[in-house]
Structures are given as C-alpha cells and as structure tokens.
C-alpha cells in the first residue's frame, strides 16, 4: 500500500524523519530533497524570509501534486512533503520531499516533479528581509522563474521578469 504523507508546519524540519522516512520494505529507492533559506536573491542579500500560507489549500494542492507524480511514476511510490510556513532565518530548510520507489529512476523524477510544481501552483507567499532593513514580497514563481537560456557554455539565465541571473557553476 503506497502512502502519500504532507505537513505544513511552523515547526523545524525534523532532518532524522526525513532521512528514515521509508514506509515500504518494497522500495529500494529514497530520494530525499532538502530546499533551504539562502543568504542572496538576484542581488540582494537576504537575512530571512517569511513564508504565508492558506494551511488547507496547500495541503490539499500538495496531495494533488504527490498523486499526479504517482501516476506519472509509480503508483505504489511513497511521497513526504514537509514545508515550513513563518519567519525562518538564512541557513534553515524550508522544504522536504522524500519520494521511495521500488527503483532510483522514478524517485529522481517523481521528487523534481513535485518541487517544480510546487513552486507553480502552491498557494504559498514569501516575503524577504534584506540587510539594509527593507523587506519585498517576492513575486511567484509561476510569474517569475529563472530559466536558462544556454544550456551548453553559458550560464545565464533570463527571469520572465526581465532580469539577467547569471552562474559561475559548472558542471
């Protein structure tokens, strides 16, 4: 029997849960996703973020979400979404997506599904607390996303809103 589990909490992630969370002998495969708070959104330098939901929208949007991976991928996978809502500080996780499946292909796809349309569809607002003291609501992903332009040498993005992001990252 496959199990799909999601918490919306003020609460820490519990890094332990996360890491043992595997409700099935059956499965070999965990993948486990671990989004933090970083220190810098295109160009700004950020000291927190405050998370607001609508605590059963989101819930009910994260099953939608957990049930079209299973689908997709495997309908006896395991699904665990753990998000944050509140003021967390530079450092802390916000999000947690454990996704088992019997093999490690269908939990790589089934975890990277459910982060990006989490970031589409989740009735979730984040407000940024920058260093100089002000504060921005940030626009929503679905509006506002980085995509990369150049897959190949370049590393550069181009926001829908119109900035530039650019990487040093290789890979």
Not at 13 to 41: K, Q
Not at 150 to 155: I, V
């Amino acid at each position: 029997m496959s199990t799909v589990q999601v918490i919306v909490t003020e609460k820490e992630i519990d890094f332990d849960m996360v890491a043992r969370w595997n409700p099935s002998a059956e499965h070999g495969a965990s993948n486990a996703f671990l989004g933090f708070v970083r220190n810098l959104n295109l160009g700004k330098s950020v000291i927190a973020v405050e998370y607001d939901c609508f605590k059963p929208m989101c819930e009910k949007v994260f099953n939608q979400i957990a049930n079209e991976a299973k689908s997709k991928w495997g309908d006896d996978s395991n699904i665990l979404i753990v998000h944050r809502h509140g003021r967390l500080s530079v450092g802390e996780a916000s999000v947690a997506i454990v996704v088992t499946t019997g093999h490690r292909d269908e939990s790589y796809r089934s975890s990277r599904y459910i982060i990006e349309e989490i970031k589409t569809r989740a009735p979730i607002w984040k407000k940024e607390f920058y260093v100089d003291g002000q504060t921005e609501w940030v626009r929503g992903h679905a509006l506002c996303q980085h995509r990369k332009v150049n897959h190949h040498e370049e590393h550069s993005w181009t926001d829908s809103c119109g900035g530039t992001v650019h990487s040093h990252e290789t890979r």
